[in-house]
């Protein structure tokens, strides 16, 4: 451990421990006692007001007023920390192992009442969040260093349908979207900005290519104005009007899709602006998971697609019953 950081430690620990002996700073840190004294000198030499007492109860302390000031993190600030990280683990932070360090450092130079304070605070605090992608933590951590220096990757990319192809990409941000990573990313081969999806790269290396992102680039907007319906470039977008129980009503109105385009919510009622091809494409499967909580009113090009879909699926169920032979 470098010197600054033994210093930062000792600070921290008499912040919490109000009055610790040279041998016990030594003991704590598995340093030699020497090596504090050293810290203890630096420390007074750049201004931190130490005061040593000697005698049985003597020892290192701060002064009072220094001790006091907002130079730590204070419970409130500990706790979020904590459930901050619980999130990230489950989400499939890539830098794991760095953050389980952030966090014994917290609770390794937290005092008695402090630590009491955050176990009680995370024992009753969970997150269960759906299974995330099988996206490699290396992968995960390659790309993120190359977003923040700006180096070129190359790829082999695994499409939808099977097919692997490779490129060279310049990574702009990383996206974590529904229990995926996504990478958002200039690509050599199509000449233009796309989303990858981190699990679909089957090999990658860094290469000696530099980039600068585009100023101002926002890749968590790109991405959802790429996920979203396009209601923006749609010259007259399609209200959609659902009736239904309003706790359906309401959840659908916190989803990802038709949160961005709610345009009036009455009690069990409310009213989406989407373009046409989404109400084509996709809209109607995802309404048709709803069964019969909602009813769509209005238009009746909805209603047709969502009478087709359904009558698909039901065509699909019933033929062939109880084979492994797909339906032709």
Not at 187 to 216: G, K, M, N, W, Y
Not at 230 to 236: A, I
Not at 301 to 324: I, K, M, N
Request: charged share 25%.
């Amino acid at each position: 451990m470098p010197k600054a950081a033994h210093m930062l430690a000792i600070l921290w620990l008499l912040k919490s421990r109000k009055r610790m002996t040279a041998r016990e700073l030594a003991e704590e840190l598995e340093i030699h006692v020497r090596t504090v004294y050293r810290c203890i000198d630096a420390l007074c030499a750049s201004g931190v007001p130490i005061r040593s007492e000697s005698g049985h109860h003597g020892g290192y302390s701060l002064l009072e007023s220094f001790a006091e000031a907002p130079l730590f993190f204070d419970p409130d600030e500990q706790k979020a920390l904590m459930h901050a990280a619980i999130f990230a683990r489950e989400a499939g932070y890539p830098f794991g192992e760095a953050l389980n360090r952030a966090i014994d450092k917290l609770k390794r130079y937290a005092n008695e009442e402090q630590l009491a304070h955050i176990n009680r605070h995370v024992a009753g605090f969970d997150v269960i969040i759906p299974p995330s992608d099988s996206s490699p933590e290396a992968l995960l951590k390659e790309l993120e260093r190359s977003v923040a220096d700006g180096r070129t990757l190359f790829i082999e990319y695994q499409k939808g349908d099977g097919t692997v192809r490779s490129r060279h990409i310049d990574p702009y941000g990383l996206v974590y979207w529904k229990g995926r990573w996504y990478v958002v990313a200039h690509c050599h081969f199509r000449r233009e900005i796309r989303c990858f999806r981190a699990d679909r790269i089957r090999a990658f290396s860094l290469t000696d290519s530099v980039f600068q992102r585009p100023p101002e680039f926002s890749a968590r907007q790109f991405f959802l104005q790429r996920m979203l319906p396009d209601t923006v470039n749609s010259e007259q977008p399609v209200v959609i009007h659902i009736r239904g129980k309003e706790e359906a009503v309401q959840d659908l109105c916190r989803q990802w899709l038709f949160g961005h385009v709610l345009v009036k919510r009455s009690g069990n009622e409310a009213w989406f602006g989407v373009d046409e091809r989404a109400i084509r494409t996709y809209v109607p499967y995802f309404l048709l998971t709803y069964g019969t909580s909602i009813r769509v009113l209005e238009p009746s090009l909805l209603q047709e697609r969502l009478v087709e879909v359904a009558s698909e699926l039901l065509d699909h169920y019933r033929c062939v019953p109880f084979t492994d032979r797909e339906c032709q």
